[in-house]
């Protein structure tokens, strides 16, 4: 997603230090584990083992948080949380997806993301997954996924990865994929998500915007913080409404590869458009939203009643709402 990440080191990896629980902590976990809870959050609590909480308590349990914590292995959850739907075990110090995960059968959203993992595994049986959230561990490739025909989210932002390859076969029914902040050289390996309405490749190593034609349900497409050079034809993405190119390398707007296509925000800042006959073309476009900023035309002391003038639709102007002249 587009949020704030937190980068992990490449560095040795940092020793498991056993952590004991303070009384005060002990104490708060008790008072949160409640048979009749449906909803348990655990969080901020130096929880390091399982075995240290009353698990088996949790009898109605159906989402679970141990967010923020100190896991470095994740004990077996008791046999009564099998029937969890969400279960949340981001930033915490995990190596390995434990093998016995595969029994919460029943999940539909599971969050694994700020973790020290390298592989997606045992995660096969979990065909109810609807929502998975991998980002910010240290996965070089996306493997593991096939029998996860129902997942509609897909975050594996701020990883290694160098190429999808066909790791994403099958998995029709995505509708959002981030995959920002890897290091994807090309846009390749989406043949089957034919579904997704928001595709995230911001900070890759991407030159060129290809192999996206078949995306015609995509509303939202981010490419920013790429080494693009030019726009390519989007002709086809007849539903997009926001498109992303900021901070590339593109001096110049092309209006043809934007024929047809509804966009109402339109990302461009930091790039190198450096004459105002570039941003007149989008006047067609009816814009509601633009960011321009950091551009040669930027330097320009009239540059926002510029773009009100060229662009009478617009609303918001890099974040700031258009004040109309009366």
């Not at 934007?258 to 006959?277: C, M």
Request: aromatic fraction near 4%.
């Amino acid at each position: 997603s587009d949020e704030p990440t937190r980068h992990n080191s490449d560095s040795e990896e940092e020793p498991e230090v056993e952590v004991e629980m303070s009384a005060q902590e002990q104490e708060r976990a008790g008072e949160i584990i409640h048979a009749n809870s449906e909803v348990v959050a655990l969080t901020f609590l130096r929880i390091a083992k399982l075995t240290s909480l009353d698990l088996h308590l949790l009898t109605n349990c159906r989402e679970l948080s141990l967010h923020r914590n100190l896991i470095h292995r994740l004990d077996p959850l008791p046999p009564n949380l099998y029937g969890l739907t969400d279960l949340d075990i981001s930033d915490n110090k995990l190596k390995r997806i434990p093998d016995h995960l595969a029994h919460l059968t029943c999940l539909t959203k599971l969050d694994l993301s700020y973790n020290n993992l390298r592989e997606i595994e045992h995660l096969g049986t979990l065909v109810h997954l609807r929502e998975l959230y991998l980002q910010s561990n240290k996965l070089t490739s996306v493997t593991g996924l096939a029998p996860l025909t129902r997942l509609t989210l897909l975050e594996v932002g701020c990883n290694r990865i160098r190429a999808l390859d066909s790791s994403l076969t099958g998995l029709t029914a995505l509708e959002r994929l981030y995959l920002g902040k890897n290091k994807l050289t090309h846009i390749a390996g989406l043949d089957d998500q034919t579904n997704l309405k928001i595709l995230s490749l911001q900070s890759n190593r991407l030159t060129t915007i290809e192999n996206l034609s078949h995306l015609t349900q995509l509303e939202e497409l981010y490419l920013s913080e790429n080494g693009i050079q030019s726009m390519r034809p989007l002709t086809t993405l007849t539903r997009l409404s926001l498109l992303d190119l900021s901070s590339n390398r593109i001096p110049t707007i092309d209006i043809e590869c934007l024929r047809g296509v509804p966009l109402e925000d339109f990302w461009f800042n930091d790039n190198k458009v450096a004459e105002w006959k570039e941003v007149e073309k989008l006047k067609p476009l009816g814009l509601k939203v633009v960011y321009f900023r950091h551009n040669p035309i930027f330097a320009d002391l009239r540059y926002r009643p510029k773009l009100a003038e060229l662009l009478p639709t617009l609303e918001e102007i890099d974040s700031i709402p258009v004040v109309p002249l009366h």
